[in-house]
């Protein structure tokens, strides 16, 4: 994710995502061996040394490599097994690294395609717990369709800004969404995770939701902790 934005020349540094505040570490690894299952991969033996941490590696990546070998068959093989989103976002979800999600989103879009998986994660800010929320908004910043430029230049191709405008309505969901849980849920790893996220534009939000974004801002500014106040300040001058 990007860590340095600059105003009025001096560069502004973002402090990096605080870690989770719930430990849900052995759900997380049971989602992964589960996933491992489902998908036909061979699961890591795990370490002598029992790191925890090389052991997630090689499963997300084991997972990755078969749902895209899957994903490569399709033409002989069929589709991609449906059953097989809900685990990938699932598990997603849970992951505690915002880096380390996109070994789970990555295979996702490739298998089922952005508006899928998009949809799965608004689904899961809407009506998920405050900790799935959270790792939601950690995982939707790998799903974005990305513009692509003519030449170096700051115009969109034409294939690209069409393929941008067309998940649109998906990106103005998700802003709703996560506006209001910014300022509904008290919780605090809910407003860390979406904050980096949420646009603080209110032009961007329907009339009846402009003074939410004020209210966002107040309650990130005011907030007893360190991440949010420093996080808002260098969003709101963007």
């Known amino acids: 994710m990007p860590s340095v ?3 009025d020349d001096t560069p502004q540094l973002f402090q990096p995502l605080p870690g989770r505040t719930v430990d849900r570490s052995a759900a997380y690894e049971a989602l992964l061996r589960d996933l491992l299952d ?16 090389s052991w997630r590696h090689r499963a997300r990546m084991a997972v990755g490599t078969a749902v895209n070998r899957r994903v490569q068959e399709a033409s002989q093989a069929g589709p991609v097994p449906a059953e097989w989103l809900e685990p ?32 799965a994660l608004i689904a899961y800010l809407d009506t998920g717990t405050a ?11 790998w799903t974005q369709v990305p513009l692509v430029y003519v030449g170096g230049s700051k115009t969109p191709s034409p294939d690209s800004a ?18 209001r849980r910014f300022v509904t849920e008290q919780d605090l790893d809910v407003r860390r995770c979406i904050l980096p996220g949420l646009p603080l534009d209110a032009q961007l939000y329907p009339d009846e939701m402009r003074d939410l974004v004020a209210r966002a801002v107040q309650i990130a500014r005011t907030s007893s902790e360190e991440y949010l106040p420093h996080r808002v300040e260098i969003q709101v001058r963007c």
């Open 131 to 141: 900790p799935d929320m959270a790792g939601a908004a950690r995982a939707w910043y």
């Open 5 to 7: 934005t600059a105003t």
């Open 162 to 179: 069409a393929e941008y405008e067309a998940f649109s309505d998906l990106r103005q969901r998700y802003r709703c969404a996560a506006l």
């Open 88 to 119: 990938l976002i699932r598990a997603a979800v849970h992951e505690p690294d915002p880096s380390f999600n996109r070994q789970l989103v990555a295979p996702a879009v490739a298998a089922f395609g952005p508006r899928r998986v998009q949809l």
């Open 38 to 53: 489902i998908v036909g991969a061979e699961p890591p033996v795990a370490e002598e040394s029992g790191v925890r941490s």
